[in-house]
């Protein structure tokens, strides 16, 4: 976190869910800032300094899946938690394949909304994608460069679709990414109706310079069913 008190941005039309999200924040120490418009919120959300965004996907001047897209092409490493009526499977589906790194839906208690705001800003500042370096279990990765560096001397290269694919399951660490989803975000396919292996092929190239053994993985975990989860090092999935 940038910040010792985390500062959150609440997007969100309704008054009274919003001053109870805020009011909510505020006594568990963040430091809330609040929007009433879609517009306002993704002017704020692009020109701020936050740790944190709260966004309604149902909003006046403008579509939440709209600001979502702005703030993952702008601010890719901005947390953003959905907050919706919006509870169906295909919905959590595209807020989670566009980037959002969790999903509550309305009703909610603010107890739950408070332990999932945790969990995200303490995932993100256990993430070892905090700069330049990435690391893993045996040693780490320059993003810049592409160069692995491991721990016992070695070292490999990495192609830019390589370090794209790490740096995002690095950021989403102990979270299983579907193929879908780094197809959407990495690639930039519609995932909807393509059939392709790439994201396999990828991955396994990517283990291979890592030297991960997939079966028994210390830094990409298969979920079977869910995708690919980056393994921080000492951490669980």
């Known amino acids: 976190m940038s910040s010792p008190r985390p500062k959150t941005l609440v997007i969100e039309d309704d008054a009274a869910i919003r001053r109870g999200v805020v009011d909510a924040l505020r006594a568990a120490g ?23 965004v709260l966004l309604d996907l149902v909003l006046p001047g ?15 490493d901005l947390p953003v938690i959905v907050l919706t009526a919006c509870g169906a499977e295909d919905d959590r589906v595209s807020g989670l394949q566009l980037g959002a790194d969790d999903y509550v839906v309305k009703p909610f ?19 070892p994608q905090s700069g330049r370096t990435i690391a893993f279990a045996g040693g780490e990765v ?27 399951l690095a950021r989403r660490a102990g979270r299983a990414v579907s193929r ?3 197809l959407l975000r990495v ?15 990828h991955i396994t190239r990517l283990r291979e ?23 921080a090092p000492g951490g669980e999935a």
């Not at 930039?188 to 092929?201: A, E, S, W």
């Open 30 to 52: 963040h430091l809330p800032t609040e929007a009433a418009r879609g517009d306002d919120g993704l002017r704020s959300a692009l020109n701020g300094e936050f740790d944190l």
């Open 62 to 76: 403008g579509s939440g899946w709209d600001i979502l897209r702005a703030i993952r092409a702008a601010r890719p």
């Open 109 to 127: 208690s603010l107890r739950e909304l408070l332990a999932r705001v945790a969990t995200v800003l303490r995932r993100v500042a256990a993430s």
């Open 142 to 168: 320059d993003t810049t460069s592409g160069r692995v560096t491991f721990d016992d001397g070695r070292s490999a290269e990495l192609s830019e679709k390589e370090i794209e694919i790490i740096r995002y």
């Open 180 to 182: 879908d989803e780094l």
């Open 187 to 201: 690639w930039g396919f519609d995932p909807k109706g393509t059939q392709t292996r790439t994201v396999d092929m």
């Open 209 to 231: 310079k890592l030297g991960d053994d997939p079966s028994n993985p210390r830094v990409l975990r298969t979920m079977w069913g869910q995708g690919y989860c980056f393994l």
